[in-house]
């Protein structure tokens, strides 16, 4: 599995960014993925995990009614719309196949891609 993500960029608090995941190589038929994220001095945290199989989707607390993933599986895409941005949305963003325990989302096993930054900031 090879993943790249991309469309980050630096935006001013309330505005919108989508960010794109190419997942070569990523069963989408059969797991879950989902979007990451780290900020400075922080571990990384789950944002978002969809599973296609049967629609199954958690979303982190701090992100809902906010954030939104979909996927193109033909094109092995995964999209983060992510709308009303404040500063603590400011982070390295990365897909990578997850699971939902708990209300929480986890990593599932599998290399990262390089992520890309998202900077929140008037």
């Known amino acids: 599995v090879q993943l790249v993500e991309s469309g980050g960029g630096l935006v001013q608090p309330g505005e919108s960014l989508r960010l794109s995941c190419l997942a070569s190589?990523?069963?989408?038929?059969?797991?879950?993925i989902g979007w990451f994220r780290q900020a400075p001095g922080k571990q990384r945290e789950g944002v978002s995990c969809?599973?296609?199989?049967?629609?199954?989707?958690h979303v982190a607390d701090s992100v809902k009614g906010r954030f939104t993933i979909s996927t193109d599986s033909a094109k092995k895409m995964v999209y983060l719309q992510m709308n009303n941005l404040k500063p603590e949305d400011t982070g390295l963003y990365y897909c990578?196949?997850?699971?939902?325990?708990?209300?929480?989302?986890?990593?599932?096993?599998?290399?990262w891609g390089q992520g890309t930054q998202v900077t929140v900031a008037s």
């Open positions: 990578h196949g997850c699971v939902g325990i708990r209300d929480k989302i986890h990593q599932t096993y599998g290399s």
């Open positions: 969809l599973r296609n199989s049967d629609g199954t989707l």
């Open positions: 190589g990523f069963p989408f038929g059969d797991f879950a």
